[in-house]
């Protein structure tokens, strides 16, 4: 008969994402995993089979605690308000001081050896699902007349979702917050009227 868990998975996701987000997937080791944790081995193998597994419930952990941002983002009124949403609303989680900076999305893969080259794929892969939301987004705001038929809703999700890795990674570089939502106010200068 099994054990019945003696842990809050949410609680042990939560420490194990701060580690990958610190070390990457390929940086971050069994022993610090189970450290962060404090979960032995077995305990952890029996639940997500693998290192991989974990890294699997990580993301999608990341993804729940996320989605009110999303779903408060998408909301907004307009096209440019979603693009707002999203930026400066990056920028506070990007700096929040109770956990790493930046964006674990970009900074758990920005490479892997040759054992784990799926990995960045995997990160790139739900990196995009975002775009492809934000691109939905900026279809339906033409439609709707908020943004001009010509415009490239596509190319303006891509290019809000480059502002937002941009500023991803000047976040965990260290960027304030007061740099990045100027950075933001920059970008959005090049929206379409």
């Given at each position: 008969m099994a054990r019945p868990r003696t842990f809050d998975e949410g609680e042990i996701l939560d420490r194990a994402m701060d580690v990958f987000w610190c070390?990457?997937?390929?940086?971050?080791?069994?022993?610090?995993?189970?450290?962060?944790?404090?979960?032995?081995?077995?305990?952890?193998?029996?639940?997500f089979g693998n290192k991989r597994g974990l890294f699997d419930a990580v993301l999608n952990r990341y993804r729940q605690r996320?989605?009110?941002?999303?779903?408060?983002?998408?909301?907004?009124?307009?096209?440019?308000?979603?693009?707002?949403?999203?930026?400066?609303?990056?920028?506070?989680?990007?700096?929040?001081?109770?956990?790493?900076?930046?964006c674990l999305l970009i900074q758990a893969g920005l490479s892997a050896g040759p054992d784990n080259d799926d990995i960045p794929q995997e990160l790139a892969r739900r990196r995009k699902a975002l775009e492809l939301v934000l691109r939905k987004r900026f279809e339906q705001a033409k439609i709707e007349g908020d943004l001009p038929p010509d415009a490239d809703s596509g190319a303006l999700a891509r290019y809000v979702h480059a502002i937002f890795s941009g500023i991803g990674v000047l976040a965990a570089a260290g960027a304030s917050a007061n740099e990045l939502n100027e950075t933001v106010e920059r970008a959005l200068l090049a929206w379409p009227t």
């Amino acid at each position: 008969m099994a054990r019945p868990r003696t842990f809050d998975e949410g609680e042990i996701l939560d420490r194990a994402m701060d580690v990958f987000w610190c070390c990457g997937y390929d940086g971050a080791s069994m022993a610090e995993l189970t450290k962060a944790m404090d979960v032995n081995a077995p305990s952890i193998y029996a639940v997500f089979g693998n290192k991989r597994g974990l890294f699997d419930a990580v993301l999608n952990r990341y993804r729940q605690r996320r989605a009110a941002h999303k779903r408060w983002m998408l909301a907004g009124a307009t096209a440019r308000e979603v693009a707002e949403r999203m930026l400066f609303g990056a920028v506070e989680w990007l700096t929040d001081p109770t956990e790493p900076r930046g964006c674990l999305l970009i900074q758990a893969g920005l490479s892997a050896g040759p054992d784990n080259d799926d990995i960045p794929q995997e990160l790139a892969r739900r990196r995009k699902a975002l775009e492809l939301v934000l691109r939905k987004r900026f279809e339906q705001a033409k439609i709707e007349g908020d943004l001009p038929p010509d415009a490239d809703s596509g190319a303006l999700a891509r290019y809000v979702h480059a502002i937002f890795s941009g500023i991803g990674v000047l976040a965990a570089a260290g960027a304030s917050a007061n740099e990045l939502n100027e950075t933001v106010e920059r970008a959005l200068l090049a929206w379409p009227t």
